[in-house]
């Protein structure tokens, strides 16, 4: 899905953009799946964002350069899908479907619920970098609709105060 709202952060990661020699071994075992390296980097790219949380312009330049592609393709790939965080998000971060299922079910609702809770608005973190907040597109589960992820936690038939109590009982 393109991300009609991103936008490019300036935050460094810190620390040495190196994965671990368990991580690269993960790689190897991706690349090895594949006819082409190419075909490798989605899940490639997932894994550096699990380590560095975000996918900075230094850790896609690492991962083009180990995969041996091009930083245009990289940057091309990371852009193009809202998965990929091209800034920090909060700890939790809250993805609440606004696509036709969930908005025929109160998504538009539990969206604009969330923006006054948390005070923030589409891929915004709150101060305390607790949260961010993201309207996304159809994430298929429209049979469950509404529905909201947290991080890679999928929420559904949700009403607000399920989603809230969802929420206030994050650790
Ligand atoms: S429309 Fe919300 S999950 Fe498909």
Same mark, same amino acid.
């Given at each position: 899905? =393109?991300?009609?709202?991103?936008?490019?952060?300036?935050?460094?990661?810190?620390?040495?953009?190196?994965?671990?020699?368990?991580?690269?071994?993960?790689? &190897?075992?991706?690349?090895?799946?594949?006819?082409?390296?190419?075909?490798?980097?989605?899940?490639?790219?997932?894994?550096?964002?699990?380590?560095?949380?975000?996918?900075?312009?230094?850790?896609?330049?690492?991962?083009?350069?180990?995969?041996?592609?091009?930083?245009?393709?990289?940057?091309?790939?990371?852009?193009? $899908?809202?998965? $990929?965080?091209?800034?920090?998000?909060?700890?939790?971060?809250?993805?609440?479907?606004?696509?036709?299922?969930?908005?025929?079910?109160?998504?538009?609702?539990? $969206?604009?619920?969330?923006?006054?809770?948390?005070?923030?608005?589409?891929?915004?973190?709150?101060?305390?970098?607790?949260?961010?907040? &993201?309207?996304?597109?159809?994430?298929?589960?429209?049979?469950?609709?509404?529905?909201?992820?947290?991080? &890679?936690?999928? $929420?559904?038939?949700?009403?607000?105060?399920? =989603?809230?109590?969802?929420?206030? =009982?994050?650790?």
């Amino acid at each position: 899905m =393109a991300d009609k709202h991103s936008s490019v952060s300036l935050e460094k990661i810190e620390g040495p953009i190196v994965f671990s020699a368990e991580e690269l071994a993960i790689g &190897e075992q991706y690349k090895s799946r594949y006819p082409e390296t190419k075909a490798a980097l989605m899940r490639t790219l997932w894994l550096a964002q699990k380590k560095w949380g975000w996918l900075s312009q230094e850790v896609q330049e690492y991962i083009a350069e180990l995969l041996g592609l091009s930083s245009a393709h990289v940057k091309g790939v990371a852009s193009f $899908y809202t998965m $990929y965080y091209k800034k920090p998000m909060g700890k939790y971060h809250v993805q609440v479907c606004t696509n036709i299922s969930c908005m025929l079910c109160g998504g538009e609702e539990l $969206y604009e619920h969330f923006k006054q809770r948390f005070g923030i608005g589409h891929n915004q973190v709150t101060t305390d970098k607790r949260f961010s907040l &993201e309207e996304v597109e159809c994430m298929g589960a429209c049979g469950y609709a509404p529905m909201m992820a947290i991080n &890679e936690d999928y $929420y559904e038939h949700l009403t607000i105060d399920s =989603a809230d109590a969802i929420v206030n =009982a994050l650790p």
